[in-house]
């Protein structure tokens, strides 16, 4: 088993920036890929960035690239998402997922963190 513990977050207006950290413990050597989801009321849940960890590769959704960077702590065993020029759409309440793949962790079937609220405000 996976526990993640999520910080940051919070309100911040259109422009801004905001970081957000995912720690892991537990069961750490069968995490392959981390990444962050997001669902906002009445949309579906989606995948922003993915990396994984052996070689650091990431991928992002096509509404955030160009704005949002994941990157890791080996050592720490944590996942960053710096989110930079927020938008309104971007408010949703954000989940650090693991997955012990890429393909798991798309599919959502490895842990879940607690989420986060993020509000981007005009």
């Known amino acids: 088993q996976v526990q993640l513990l999520e910080s940051g977050g919070g309100a911040v207006q259109t422009g801004g920036s905001l970081r957000l950290s995912c720690a892991a413990s537990?069961?750490?050597?069968?995490?392959?890929?981390m990444g962050w989801y997001r669902q906002a009321p009445g949309k579906q849940r989606e995948l922003v960035a993915a990396?994984?960890?052996?070689?650091?590769?990431?991928d992002y959704a096509d509404s955030v690239k160009g704005r949002f960077t994941i990157s890791r702590d080996n050592a720490k065993r944590t996942a960053v998402l710096q989110m930079a020029s927020l938008k309104t759409e971007d408010t949703a309440i954000y989940y650090c997922?693991?997955?012990?793949?890429?393909?798991?962790?798309?599919?959502?079937?490895?842990?879940w963190g607690q989420g986060t609220q993020v509000t981007v405000s005009s």
């Open positions: 997922a693991t997955g012990s793949s890429i393909p798991t962790l798309i599919a959502g079937r490895g842990s």
């Open positions: 537990g069961n750490i050597f069968s995490i392959d890929s």
């Open positions: 990396m994984r960890w052996r070689d650091g590769g990431t």
